[in-house]
């Protein structure tokens, strides 16, 4: 086939890009941006646009599908000129589900701990040589990229993503994948720009349940609430299975699962991850993986990129990023870290920089989410502000939204950086959370002056 991307730049799309070319077909695209790391690596195989921009005369009757990026918009002339031709146009997760439609689908959907919990599960299955195509949102160790696409493989494991499909299809991208095998990890409110109500939010994880098809397996966080209850109030026929973190011991910073067969020592560690994990075992269990098979897997899983990924550890002081950003998983990976190193002094710094962080009415979720850090700062830039045209916020209203009068403010980077550069971390723990880069910050740079 010739498929051709529109927005082929994108974490996702080049990947799929990517997976698609290896699998065969003649792949082309567009974009009017391209970063690393997906520019080198689509360089690498020859889909790199000569141009950026968007050129709607490489849009022909030639092309079989094109596949339309959430970066694109609802104008793109390449669009356009492909709804004048009559051209079949996929989001990125119809195009999944039509690859996938005789295949066993196991996808995994919660607000947080999906791409972790999506990451264990290929962890194991890779360990124990069972091939299985796949869809993940974070780079791991041992795998040349995110997406897999097969003919013959039985399973398709998806990190299902809530956030909508594309500029032209404003379905959640989870609600089209119509699951044999879903779990759903946990549900906190997020993407405020898109579901302005925490009822709204949830309802999309209900519809979420009700796309798994007849007879399948749901798995859930029996832990959490709000997932118990719409779970077992689903009137879909499907079987239910409830999970609860798994017990376990820390010592000598170092967390171990109790088993049968004793105790395990992990690479990964904090009670949020230790939950991901017991999810985890279930889906495993159900793609044909016995208890004690993935317990041997999982006690080398070393984490996804950027979720608690440790850059240091040298006399005495210690640094992890995490892409934590919303209030639930900054709470969580805090709470963490101040577990795994009780008798360490744990600096967090926080970047608030997406649309719903930065929204004043959805700010005050994040109340005591750094309540357990010795010293506590958050970092946002006021002209991010004014680009996206929201109020400012001043120092005093952020110390209210966290409840927490100790807390250290930022807006300016050059203040954050010599911040950083300057504080004593004789016997720390400093734990980076964002999913930006703090104005221009280099972590991997500054932790190489420690």
């Known amino acids: ?36 790391p997906s520019k080198t690596r689509l360089a690498k195989q020859g889909l790199l646009p000569e141009q950026e921009g968007w050129f709607p005369e490489k849009i022909t009757p030639s092309i079989d599908a094109v596949i339309l990026g959430m970066h694109a918009k609802e104008d793109n002339p390449e669009l356009i000129k492909a709804r004048e031709l009559g051209l079949k146009i ?39 040589g069972v091939e299985v195509d796949y869809l993940v ?19 398709i494991l998806i990190e299902g993503d809530e956030y909508l499909s594309s500029p032209i299809d404003r379905r959640p991208k989870f609600h089209l994948y119509e699951p044999n095998i879903a779990l759903i990890s946990g549900i906190a409110w997020d993407h405020i720009n898109v579901f302005p109500t925490f009822e709204n939010y949830v309802d999309q994880f209900k519809t979420f349940i009700d796309k798994t098809t007849n007879g399948g397996i749901l798995i859930y966080n029996e832990e959490d609430p709000i997932v118990k209850q719409i779970a077992e109030e689903s009137t879909n026929p499907i079987r239910r299975i409830g999970y609860t973190t798994l017990e376990h011991e820390i010592d000598d910073s170092v967390s171990y699962l109790v088993t049968n067969e004793g105790l395990l020592p992990l690479e990964v560690f904090g ?47 210690i640094v992890y990023k995490d892409f934590a950003h919303s209030p639930s998983k900054v709470k969580a990976t805090a709470k963490a870290v101040k577990e ?26 994040y109340k005591g989410a750094l309540d357990l850090a010795d010293e506590a700062v958050v970092f946002y830039s006021l002209d991010a502000l004014k680009i996206k045209r929201m109020a400012e916020i001043s120092s005093a209203e952020m110390k209210s939204a966290f409840d927490l009068e100790q807390l250290i403010t930022y807006t300016n980077a050059s203040d954050f950086k010599a911040f950083i550069e300057s504080v004593d971390t004789a016997n720390s723990v400093l734990l980076f959370m964002s999913s930006g880069n703090y104005g221009g910050l280099v972590l991997e740079e500054f932790v190489k002056t420690l």
């Not at 949102?137 to 399973?155: H, K, S, Y």
């Not at 949020?272 to 044909?288: D, E, L, R, T, Y």
Request: aromatic share 10%; charged share 20%; net charge negative.
């Open 1 to 36: 086939m010739h498929i051709h991307f529109i927005a082929i730049g994108g974490s996702a799309m080049h990947n799929l890009a990517l997976a698609l070319h290896d699998k065969g077909d003649k792949v082309t695209g567009s974009d009017d941006a391209i970063f690393e």
């Open 90 to 128: 996929y989001s990125y997760p119809e195009f999944i589900y039509e690859h996938s439609k005789d295949k066993t689908r196991v996808v995994i959907g919660g607000s947080h701990g999906k791409t972790t919990i999506t990451s264990m599960v290929l962890h194991v299955m890779n360990y124990h």
């Open 137 to 155: 949102g974070a780079q791991l160790e041992g795998f040349d990229r995110m997406v897999n696409l097969t003919e013959n493989n039985e399973f």
């Open 271 to 317: 009670n949020h991850n230790i939950n991901n994990i017991s999810g985890a075992k279930w889906v495993c269990q159900n793609m044909g993986i016995d208890e004690d098979d993935f317990f041997e897997a999982i006690a080398s899983f070393k984490g996804a990129s950027k979720r608690l990924e440790k850059l240091h550890d040298k006399n005495g002081t």
């Open 340 to 365: 795994q190193y009780p008798n360490k002094k744990l600096i967090a710094c926080l970047e608030l920089h997406t649309y719903s962080s930065l929204n004043t009415e959805f700010l005050s979720e």
